[in-house]
């Protein structure tokens, strides 16, 4: 059967919050067939468009219209633990009806159960292996899953119904690199209706068109991310060029107005001496004077036109020129000596049973990867003193903070600075609201609760109070830190990460933010602790 043209229609959507903050006002979108990526700041709405679609939100105004079966893959997704894998996969029922008729029960309930999906256990199983979950049997439960192998169960129980409409809402968060490279293949080999919110670079290479949502509204591309970067470039060059030229023509309208001001008083003066000295009389003279001031607004009148309409101009210019604002941060507190040392793993053993021996000096900057459940968090959370070893002994000599993947250090309830406050009880108010506006709050921004932030706002917030704590941190510990980002945060994020002067230990999957962090070692958490080539 043919493919709609258009087979997901928003029409004059709204959305806010019951708190009544809006998200979307008068928004459409129509997404056709191929592969789509939905892309836009922290904020914008990416994933309650999603969910507005998926029917996990009902929209406060407008239409939402899906041609066929939907597929969500939601963020943040977690599996009751005492789950079957055939369960989370929807095939429970259907797989016991089926044996039930290979073992001679005929009930017509079983057929039923079974409908046409006779090779549903080969299927499961081939999808499975496809997504390199190979190793789960269908009986088993899922509270061995790590968090990345359950994002690829729940995508896999998605892929075995074969929806005409797939969501998937930052599907590479917590996948490791084999995760990762399975999942591109999935997507590269797509050929339904694809809508993907990512900020991962490698996946939003394989997508037929990029969907920028900005300001509430859509901006669409084509092609892949390479493409809509190439093109973007492009714009924004000749935005900035007309930028400066609109910022020039206001400066010389300003001045031709001035001028004509200062040529019109000139001549209003001298023509009223000449009526003085030729002794012009009253009602001559007062003629002379309304038409000289007739001729002054008609002018002065040209150019204060003119100027506005400069600035019209420049206010246009000023609009086409994006501001994804940066980090600005100066941190000379965090700085550590070469020699000293900061971290020291003697012996450890997890409770995986992985080991670790680590000897970590100065400002180095490690990467630490692995797969899925090697431990690299449970590695994290013990330099942090939040778990004990197993065995062996940690040693940390130097100030510590540990972001973890979950953004959960914060207190809902009170503002941005007064959660960093609680990180630097001594400084004043007015210190660190100085200090959060080069995170990029600034004003009523820094006033906000940190429940009501976005995804972006809250890592920068919860970044601002590690960074800005004392005593200063020395040694960072960062757990995926780029999940959940947009592209202009992770670029953020990099910056902060430049003006840290400390020793930095980074678990992340994001090969292409990695590499841009100036490391020092690769270390691979697979068993045992060891170094590697860098990637």
């Given at each position: 059967m043919a493919q709609p043209t258009t087979a997901v229609l928003c029409t004059d959507l709204a959305f806010e919050w019951p708190d009544g903050k809006p998200v979307l006002d008068g928004f459409n979108l129509a997404v056709g067939p191929g592969r789509t990526g939905l892309i836009g700041l922290n904020?914008?709405?990416?994933?309650?468009?999603?969910?507005?679609?998926?029917?996990?939100?009902?929209?406060?105004?407008?239409?939402?219209r899906v041609a066929g079966e939907l597929g969500y893959l939601p963020q943040g997704l977690t599996l009751d633990t005492g789950l079957r894998v055939d369960e989370a996969l929807g095939i429970r029922a259907a797989r016991e009806a089926l044996h039930a008729i290979e073992s001679g029960d005929t009930d017509q309930r079983h057929f039923d159960a079974v409908g046409d999906d006779w090779d549903v256990e080969e299927r499961a199983r081939a999808t499975l292996d496809r997504l390199g979950l190979r190793r789960l049997g269908l009986d088993r439960t899922t509270g061995e899953l790590s968090g990345g192998e359950a994002v690829l169960l729940r995508l896999a129980a998605l892929l075995l119904r074969r929806p005409d409409v797939l969501l998937l809402d930052e599907p590479t968060n917590n996948l490791d690199r084999a995760a990762r490279e399975r999942l591109y293949e999935t997507v590269a080999g797509w050929h339904g209706v694809l809508l993907i919110v990512s900020h991962d670079r490698e996946l939003l290479a394989h997508v037929d068109q990029i969907a920028d949502l900005r300001d509430?509204?859509?901006?669409?591309?084509?092609?892949?991310?390479?493409?809509?970067?190439?093109?973007?470039?492009?714009?924004?060059?000749?935005?900035?060029?007309?930028?400066?030229?609109?910022?020039?023509?206001?400066?010389?309208?300003?001045?031709?107005?001035?001028?004509?001001?200062?040529?019109?008083?000139?001549?209003?003066?001298?023509?009223?001496?000449?009526?003085?000295?030729?002794?012009?009389?009253?009602?001559?003279?007062?003629?002379l004077k309304r038409k000289g001031q007739e001729t002054a607004g008609r002018l002065q009148g040209m150019h204060t036109e003119r100027l506005e309409e400069a600035k019209q101009r420049l206010a246009a210019a000023e609009e086409a020129v994006r501001d994804d604002a940066e980090i600005r941060i100066d941190l000379p507190r965090t700085a550590v000596p070469a020699g000293r040392t900061v971290l020291t793993l003697q012996k450890v053993r997890l409770p995986n049973g992985a080991t670790a021996d680590l000897d970590l000096r100065g400002p180095e900057r490690i990467a630490l990867v692995g797969g899925n459940g090697a431990g690299k968090t449970t590695l994290l959370r013990t330099i942090a003193g939040e778990l004990s070893p197993l065995e062996g002994e940690v040693t940390t000599p130097v100030p510590l903070r540990h972001l973890p993947q979950r953004l959960d250090l914060l207190d809902d309830g009170l503002s941005v600075v007064q959660n960093v406050k609680q990180f630097a009880p001594a400084a004043g108010d007015n210190a660190i609201r100085a200090r959060l506006a080069r995170f990029l709050f600034r004003g009523a921004r820094a006033e906000q609760e940190a429940g009501t932030l976005s995804g972006g706002e809250r890592f920068r917030a919860t970044l601002a109070a590690?960074?800005?704590?004392?005593?200063?941190?020395?040694?960072?510990?960062?757990?995926?830190?780029?999940?959940?980002?947009?592209?202009?945060?992770?670029?953020?994020?990099?910056?902060?990460?430049?003006?840290?002067?400390?020793?930095?230990?980074?678990?992340?999957h994001d090969l292409p933010f990695l590499r841009g962090l100036g490391l020092t070692r690769w270390l691979e958490l697979d068993g045992e602790l060891r170094g590697v080539d860098p990637m």
């Open positions: 904020g914008a709405g990416k994933s309650t468009l999603l969910r507005l679609i998926a029917g996990d939100l009902a929209p406060t105004r407008g239409a939402i509430g509204d859509v901006t669409w591309y084509g092609g892949n991310f390479d493409a809509y970067e190439h093109t973007l470039a492009a714009q924004q060059e000749t935005a900035e060029r007309l930028l400066r030229n609109a910022e020039a023509d206001v400066q010389r309208q300003k001045r031709d107005l001035v001028e004509a001001r200062s040529r019109l008083e000139r001549s209003a003066s001298y023509g009223k001496k000449r009526s003085v000295t030729r002794n012009d009389p009253h009602i001559f003279a007062g003629m590690l960074l800005l704590a004392d005593p200063p941190p020395q040694l960072l510990l960062l757990d995926e830190p780029t999940n959940n980002l947009d592209l202009a945060s992770v670029r953020q994020l990099t910056q902060a990460l430049a003006a840290y002067q400390g020793a930095l230990v980074v678990a992340s």
